[in-house]
Nanobody, 126 residues
Framework: QVRVVESGGGLVQPGGSLKLSCAASRFAFGYYAMAWFRQAPGKEREAVSCISSTSGSTYYADSVKGRFSISLDNAKNTAYLEMNSLKPEDTAVYYC???????????????????WGQGTQVTVSS
């Protein structure tokens, strides 16, 4: 079982920045990806970004492209989501997820994300 723990949420003014962290416990085998999802009140959960540990490929939702940046520290099994130019519509609970595969994935989106964190609240408001 992989344990996933997020941190770094909080309250920020529009236009501000926040950096989320996600630490995963040791993976049983080498190929994995990590992702960020978010869910706003009354809305469905949506994928925000993901990154592959092998190819380094990344994915961003159109709504965050150019503002958010995902990175991965393989040695620490820790992913980061740097969020800039935050907007009120970015307000949501942000969840980190991790997934493992037996073969390397070219695209992080094809990884089954089986392990989830508890979520961290991000509120963008003046």
């Amino acid at each position: 079982q992989v344990r996933v723990v997020e941190s770094g949420g909080g309250l920020v003014q529009p236009g501000g920045s926040l950096k989320l962290s996600c630490a995963a416990s040791r993976f049983a085998f080498g190929y994995y990806a990590m992702a960020w999802f978010r869910q706003a009140p009354g809305k469905e959960r949506e994928a925000v970004s993901c990154i592959s540990s092998t190819s380094g490929s990344t994915y961003y939702a159109d709504s965050v492209k150019g503002r958010f940046s995902i990175s991965l520290d393989n040695a620490k099994n820790t992913a980061y989501l740097e969020m800039n130019s935050l907007k009120p519509e970015d307000t949501a609970v942000y969840y980190c997820a991790a997934g493992q595969t037996t073969t390397p994935q070219t695209r992080c989106q094809t990884t089954p994300f089986s392990y989830w964190g508890q979520g961290t609240q991000v509120t963008v408001s003046s």
